[in-house]
């Protein structure tokens, strides 16, 4: 299951999205504005249910590499 949730450090509001990848790892990103946090955890959940979930971490490979 994915949430949203607001946290306010320093007078400062900022939207966390979590959620579980399909390997089962929690993962965490924040956001200045809800919609926004909204959007980015609808578009994964559908791409986890598409099959077409690409992992975060494994993005960053250089061409290199």
């Given amino acids: 299951m ?3 949730e607001r946290r306010t450090r320093n007078g400062r509001s900022r939207w966390y999205v979590r ?3 399909p390997g089962g790892e929690q ?12 959007r980015y955890l609808t ?3 559908s791409s986890k249910l598409s099959g ?3 992992d975060p971490a494994r ?3 250089t ?3």
């Fill in 52 to 54: 077409s979930y690409i």
């Fill in 2 to 4: 994915a949430s949203v």
């Fill in 63 to 65: 061409v290199g590499e």
């Fill in 59 to 61: 993005s960053r490979v």
């Fill in 19 to 21: 959620y579980r990848d």
């Fill in 27 to 38: 993962r965490t990103k924040t956001f200045d504005r809800r919609v926004d946090a909204e």
């Fill in 43 to 45: 578009t994964i959940e």
